[in-house]
């Protein structure tokens, strides 16, 4: 994405990303309003980035030959709304208004089931590799994006939401960086 801010459509669709629609969402509970962004961190196989297995597996078309990871998760069922690859592009997989599957089991504030109330962002990379300019210019951006669409909207990890479960995105994620770039605010607390 070229423009300096990021806006949504009606639908929930960052303008001008990638759509690439995956089936691994569904309906909100009725009433359930959007307070939560999770961090992710996602690389496949692991450790490597640019290759087309993180949008396979978000679209269940993961060829579990390919790689000898991909036999342990491609019959996952697994999405995030958002994907910020290493050059900054976003690739949007759901819209905000539906829930997609990427929290798992997890818990925020003492409400459980963090995807029926949160919007998933997985960044291309891993836990011991820091991220790149880009990524940290382009999350910014969306993230203040989402904060002017769902006022008072939160900002987490996911080994926030699952401590002991996950740890991304993890040690090399730079929290204060991305809290200090383009007005991003407030990380884990509201904005």
């Known amino acids: 994405m070229a423009s300096d801010g990021f806006r949504f459509d ?69 999405s995030a709304h958002f994907l910020v690859r290493r050059d900054g592009r976003v690739v949007q997989f759901v819209p905000c208004d539906m829930r997609a599957w990427h929290a798992g089991a997890s818990q925020w504030r003492g409400r459980e089931r963090c995807n029926d109330f949160s919007l998933g962002i997985e960044l291309e990379g891993c836990d011991d590799r820091p991220f790149e300019n880009a990524q940290y210019e382009s999350l910014a951006r969306l993230a203040d ?28 994620f730079d929290w204060t960086r991305l809290q200090a770039q383009r007005g991003a605010v407030s990380c884990k607390r509201k904005w």
């Not at 269940?60 to 000898?68: A, I, S």
């Not at 991909?70 to 996952?76: K, S, V």
């Not at 900002?155 to 996950?166: E, F, N, T, Y």
């Open 10 to 78: 009606a639908a929930g669709l960052l303008c001008g990303a990638d759509f690439i629609p995956s089936p691994n969402c569904d309906e909100r509970p009725d009433g359930e309003r959007i307070s939560l962004v999770v961090i992710h961190a996602i690389s496949l196989p692991p450790g490597e980035f640019g290759g087309s297995g993180i949008v396979e597996l978000f679209t269940n078309t993961l060829d579990p030959d390919r790689h000898p990871y991909y036999r342990d998760i491609w019959q996952l069922r697994v």
């Open 145 to 172: 994006a989402l904060a002017t669409r769902y006022p008072g909207i939160e900002l987490v990890g996911h080994s926030d939401i699952a401590p002991g479960r996950k740890t991304d995105p993890g040690p090399c």
